[in-house]
């Protein structure tokens, strides 16, 4: 959703701040409601797995969320090709993999994406850490 900000511009039908603003909010809820849910899944990994195996396996989901943010937006696949055009995902992302040179877009997209999901989400975990260790004497 974050990367729906390019697609703004005046129409003369409805201010610009307007759309701003609405395009905000669904990005904000967003990614609230995906930060919990990666929280409750890292809550529950740290449980039975361990601090270390948790920590990279989050990690691990956010940087596979980069490149499906870029396999989104500029390669223009959506969730369902997954499971109707499975193997024209698989060529492209064998392509990118094989050929790194040829699409350097892919690295420095997904690395900035996952840099930037990966700080927020940082940002986030020690928040809520914070407060709920300020709630239990």
């Given at each position: ?103 350097p877009q892919v690295f420095v997209t997904t690395i ?16 809520v850490q914070t407060a709920s260790k300020n709630n239990?004497?």
């Amino acid at each position: 959703m974050i990367t729906d900000l390019i697609h703004l511009h005046a129409t003369g039908e409805v201010g610009l701040l307007y759309d701003i603003v609405m395009l905000g909010s669904f990005i904000f809820n967003g990614i609230v409601v995906g930060f919990i849910s990666l929280y409750m899944v890292h809550r529950e990994l740290l449980v039975r797995i361990g601090q270390r195996d948790a920590h990279m396996i989050v990690t691990g989901i956010l940087f596979v969320c980069s490149f499906a943010i870029y396999l989104g937006r500029f390669m223009r696949w959506n969730t369902w090709d997954a499971l109707v055009n499975p193997a024209g995902i698989l060529f492209d992302v064998s392509d990118h993999i094989i050929n790194p040179a040829a699409k350097p877009q892919v690295f420095v997209t997904t690395i900035t994406v996952f840099a930037l999901l990966g700080a927020m989400y940082a940002v986030a975990w020690q928040l809520v850490q914070t407060a709920s260790k300020n709630n239990h004497p």
